[in-house]
């Protein structure tokens, strides 16, 4: 891998890396989505899933039935190997996404990508001693609501990109951050992002909508895409287009630095007399 840079970039999961959202591809594949529509209406997603997951095992579903069925999921083609291309170039990488730990390990250990992400935000999901998932809120808003409007109760995506740009800052980095996201929940994230980063919105999802109803309240630069091979495109070009600002910034700064050494140098102090030693100009021969 190339050594590393300033560049840490954040991606969705749900419809960003993988092409369909986890939780309605386990529900419909497992043959349990009328029930999960009929619920749909009476409470949050996160806890809906959760329910839906005890409905699993309950109707005799496994552990390794819902592994098999993730391990099916549709990703284009193209997003692998930009997600490689980008550790190689230094990039650090994550993941912040309102799926649950569960359904995304099992997806990027099968993919064999989970070695390039530092780090997965995502709800709990853990198998009980019953054999049962539970998902657990990120955020549990039982205790400490979030306090967050645009956001579900579970999780607020906006909070997560704080501390990481917070983590960054005590550091000492000055590290650029590139998100990319598709959904609702990653409009929040997109205001918090300053000037220099990108936000990478898929475009005619509800992320891109959103953005697109008022531009000016996202500092950061917005580059839209379509797909996996759009995806990869792009971010290969704002990594470089980074990469390459970052170099030429670095050149200049070693320019002006030798600058000041050459004037530095070159200034010559005449060495002072002391006044005891100073001879009258009359008795110069």
Known sequence: MA???NIVIVFDFDKTIIDVDSDNWVVDELGFTDLFNQLLPTMPWNSLMNRMMKELHEHGKTIEEIKHVLRRIPIHPRVIPAIKAAHALGCELRIVSD???LFIETIIEHLGIRE???EVNTNPGLV???????ISPYHDFTKSPHGCTRCPPNMC???IIERIQASLTKEGKKTKMIYLGDGAGDYCPSLGLKSMDYMMPRKDFP???LISQNPMLVKATVRDWTDGEAMEKILMEIINEIIS????EEEKEKMLSSDIRK???GIVHEPMVPLAFQVPLNLVK
């Open 263 to 265: 004037i530095s140098v």
């Open 99 to 101: 799926a649950n730990t």
């Open 207 to 209: 992320v891109w909508d």
């Open 245 to 248: 600002l970052d170099e030429e």
């Open 116 to 118: 390039f992400f530092s």
């Open 157 to 159: 995506k906006g909070l």
């Open 128 to 134: 009980d001693d019953q054999c049962r998932l539970i």
């Open 3 to 5: 050594s590393k840079n």
